[in-house]
T-cell receptor, first 113, second 113 residues
Framework: NAGVTQTPKFQVLKTGQSMTLQCAQDMNHEYMSWYRQDPGMGLRLIHYSVGAGITDQGEVPNGYNVSRSTTEDFPLRLLSAAPSQTSVYFC????????????FGQGTRLTVV | SQKIEQNSEALNIQEGKTATLTCNYTNYSPAYLQWYRQDPGRGPVFLLLIRENEKEKRKERLKVTFDTTLKQSLFHITASQPADSATYLCALPSMDSSYKLIFGSGTRLLVRP
């Protein structure tokens, strides 16, 4: 009964380094999304996907890439980390269509120094 | 663009009292609204859904109202307990895509014993 699994839980990067945040879900949800959460700003949508092979930009996509090769996995790539990307990142999934609930991972706390 | 507002100040109440949290939105008429709970260091967890044709929804000690004229939802926790202390987020579907959920910044609730 895993739900949405994110790895790693914590990460420290140096400016300019790249890394991939992993997200996997076992609920066969078509819709997956990445949010970042900063103090006082709530959850802001970075990228989302409505199915394998389909991705689109959210509210704050700059500096991030995504791909969706399978229904289960939706990795988020930071190409060249910047201090402004210090944040807590959440992956979420939900069934498409209607008013279904979103299931969130435990989050990844990323610090860029 | 759509905007969601939640009181950024923490709500501090005595155990046993009713907590009332507010979610206001603008420039939009959503088909539904959802409420989530978030504990420190964890991802948000879905609590309740209310649709535009529903005035009120209840689940145990939780009650949600949805006033589409005022563009406001109220979230009530009756007989509050210290264990109810958390941040509560409201979420609405995006204006441009029903798949995307847009979140408010959340209100922190502190219940004193």
């Amino acid at each position: 009964n895993a739900g949405v699994t994110q790895t790693p839980k914590f990460q420290v990067l140096k400016t300019g380094q790249s890394m991939t945040l992993q997200c996997a879900q076992d609920m066969n949800h078509e819709y997956m999304s990445w949010y970042r959460q900063d103090p006082g700003m709530g959850l802001r949508l970075i990228h989302y996907s409505v199915g394998a092979g389909i991705t689109d930009q959210g509210e704050v996509p700059n500096g991030y890439n995504v791909s969706r090769s399978t229904t289960e996995d939706f990795p988020l790539r930071l190409l060249s980390a910047a201090p402004s990307q210090t944040s807590v990142y959440f992956c979420a999934s939900r069934q498409t269509g209607g008013d279904t609930e979103a299931f969130f991972g435990q989050g990844t706390r990323l610090t860029v120094v | 663009s759509q905007k969601i507002e939640q009181n950024s100040e923490a709500l501090n109440i005595q155990e046993g009292k009713t907590a009332t949290l507010t979610c206001n939105y603008t420039n939009y008429s959503p088909a539904y609204l959802q409420w989530y709970r978030q504990d420190p260091g964890r991802g948000p967890v879905f609590l309740l859904l209310i649709r535009e044709n529903e005035k009120e929804k209840r689940k145990e000690r939780l009650k949600v109202t949805f006033d589409t004229t005022l563009k406001q939802s109220l979230f009530h926790i009756t007989a509050s307990q210290p264990a109810d202390s958390a941040t509560y987020l409201c979420a609405l579907p995006s204006m441009d895509s029903s798949y995307k959920l847009i979140f408010g910044s959340g209100t922190r609730l502190l219940v004193r014993p």
